[in-house]
């Protein structure tokens, strides 16, 4: 029987790529988000394309009931869940100390609480089916914390990892495995304003190597490999005056 991923945040960029590129596999698709429209439409053109079932749901997750809820309805729906990807993301932020608490904490909820929720109800499901893979996807801005506009969404992303991590730790000698993904940068709307993004990749190109690592099933990847990889253990050394220049 056809494998089955449940993707959040699918209705836009890494998300809608991902799940192009994983149709293109054979693989059965769960995919949510806000957008519903969007996602009606993927469904459409991904099952006249392929041999494949795409079951389609409204989640906002920062309604943390209804990530239980979906979670469980596509479980029920499609029988068995194999892999599912925490993606759903924002790019928001603004500098620490200038009256924008609360885009940034929008930012942090959506980022990583959210991210929490989707994890709880992935790894309840994985509990009971004893096998499945769960995917977080963090952001190379894991790797230290960054200035401006990019503080709290760093901070987010590391958070992500962190819990990943810490899931894996517990989970380490059991069926059910768990990917760290460090996306460099991929142009997609979450940063579509930006002028100049360092080593960008297109959307096409970066969810084609996304999902190259993600069906490896690795502790840790950073996508693309190249140049994200080193640059990776470069920033975890270098003086925060030459980080920023990433930012
Ligand atoms: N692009 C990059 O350079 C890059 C680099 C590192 C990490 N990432 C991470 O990759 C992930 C995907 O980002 P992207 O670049 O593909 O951005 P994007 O095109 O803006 O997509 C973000 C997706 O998240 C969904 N989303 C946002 N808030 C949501 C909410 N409250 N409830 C449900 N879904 C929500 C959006 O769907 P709706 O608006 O329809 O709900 C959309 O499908 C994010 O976690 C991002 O942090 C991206």
Redesign the pocket.
């Known amino acids: 029987m056809a494998k089955t991923i449940l993707i959040?945040?699918?209705?836009?960029?890494?998300?809608?790529?991902m799940a192009r590129e994983f149709a293109s596999k054979g693989y059965n698709l769960a995919i949510?988000?806000?957008?519903l429209e969007?996602l009606e439409e993927l469904k459409k053109q991904l099952e006249q394309q392929y041999q494949i079932k795409v079951a389609v749901k409204t989640?906002?997750?920062?309604d943390y009931d209804q990530v239980f809820e979906v979670f469980k309805a596509f479980k029920q729906e499609l029988g068995q869940i194999d892999r599912i990807i925490v993606?759903?993301?924002?790019?928001d932020g603004r500098r620490i100390g200038k009256g924008n608490f609360a885009i940034n904490k929008a930012t942090a909820e959506?980022?990583f609480i959210?991210a929490l929720a989707q994890c709880e109800a992935a790894v309840e499901i994985f509990r009971e089916q004893n096998s499945g893979h769960l995917v977080v996807?963090?952001?190379?801005?894991a790797m230290r914390g960054l200035p401006k506009h990019l503080s709290t969404?760093a901070a987010s992303?590391a958070a992500v990892a962190h819990l990943a991590e810490g899931i894996r730790a517990e989970l380490i000698n059991t069926p059910i495995k768990v990917s760290t993904i460090?996306?460099?940068?991929?142009?997609?709307?979450?940063?579509e304003g930006a002028k100049h993004?360092p080593f960008?990749v297109d959307e096409k190109t970066?969810s084609r190597l996304l999902v190259k690592a993600i069906e490896k099933q690795p502790v840790k990847a950073y996508v693309p490999q190249w140049p994200w990889l080193p640059m990776g253990l470069a920033m975890k050394v270098l003086p925060l005056r030459l980080v920023n220049k990433l930012g």
């Open positions: 959040t945040g699918a209705s836009s960029g890494l998300g809608a790529g949510c988000a806000r957008r969007r989640l906002d997750v920062t993606n759903a993301g924002v790019g959506t980022n959210s996807i963090s952001s190379m801005s969404y992303k460090f996306p460099g940068y991929i142009r997609t709307e979450l940063n993004l960008e970066g």
